[in-house]
């Protein structure tokens, strides 16, 4: 069995991703890993050349600037990197995610139980979101509680952004993937790092979009029902990263109003608790 990791990235130094920490959780489980790394105005290329291990292979692109259709810009280097893969199981993990030392046997063993069963397209994640400070979840409906991050490599599959895979089928409509159970996290830390790394990614990010971006002070905006304490422990790699990296005072705006839609996920997590539903967005059908 062969696993090729991927991912792409661009101005991972500027905006504040944990890039480097993520690639370094990655390369113990996969036989290759491929990045796709934009043309920018930082060290983000330099740095990754410089981790120097014969599983990274760079692939140096350049971005579509006038393509800011939802997001699509992220598809187009995701697929990149994922096309480039050769294992039979392709693993993408984004910039800001890590993981854990302790999961790579888990995941390894769970990757090699499925090889054989055909049915089986992709493996999902369940998400630990953290908000804010490294000891806060994000744990609303609002906050994708599960992903598919690794698919079969030899299926016809593509993504329409940055985030979930599409299977296509004898040129049917496409249809999410059918998926099992990995088991075990990604640790999310996008929503921890710096403020001003922050305002910086939803500047740029904001144009891919197609919208302007939405303003950003501080991580206290936000419904305090929608956050939960994190009682786990940290990927030892993430260490350094969030003793000088990550932002580690979360001050609720005691004015804040929740929105609409934070209010219509307090209901769902109510049905939730009640019923023991899980509500949130689903990209994948679990067989």
Not at 219 to 229: H, R, S
Request: hydrophobic share 35%; with cysteine.
């Amino acid at each position: 069995m062969k696993i090729s990791g991927f991912t792409f990235i661009r101005h991972g130094t500027l905006l504040g991703y944990p890039y480097i920490e993520s690639l370094r959780s990655l390369l113990p489980l996969c036989d290759e890993v491929i990045v796709a790394v934009g043309a920018g105005q930082d060290d983000t290329l330099t740095r990754i050349q410089a981790i120097d291990d014969p599983k990274l292979r760079v692939i140096e692109t350049t971005w579509n600037e006038s393509m800011q259709d939802r997001g699509y810009v992220y598809a187009q280097q995701k697929m990149i990197a994922q096309f480039n893969c050769s294992g039979d199981w392709a693993f993408y993990l984004e910039g800001d995610e890590v993981l854990h030392e302790q999961d790579i046997p888990t995941i390894k063993a769970t990757l090699q139980h499925y090889l054989l069963h055909p049915k089986v397209d992709a493996l999902v994640f369940d998400y630990y979101h953290f908000y804010g400070t490294p000891d806060t979840l994000a744990i609303s409906p609002g906050w994708y509680r599960r992903a598919p991050r690794i698919i079969r490599n030899s299926i016809r599959s593509y993504s329409p952004d940055g985030l979930f895979f599409v299977v296509m089928d004898k040129n049917k409509t496409g249809r999410y993937p059918n998926a099992a159970l990995a088991g075990v996290p990604i640790y999310h830390y996008g929503h921890v790092r710096a403020v001003s790394s922050m305002q910086a990614k939803i500047q740029q990010v904001s144009q891919y979009w197609g919208h302007a971006p939405p303003p950003f002070e501080a991580y206290g905006n936000i419904d305090p029902q929608a956050l939960d304490q994190f009682k786990g422990t940290h990927p030892a790699i993430m260490q350094n990263w969030l003793a000088e990296e990550a932002e580690h005072h979360l001050i609720l705006n005691p004015h804040y109003q929740p929105t609409r839609r934070e209010r219509r996920h307090r209901w769902m997590m109510r049905l939730e608790r009640l019923f023991g539903w899980e509500m949130s967005k689903k990209h994948y059908k679990l067989v």
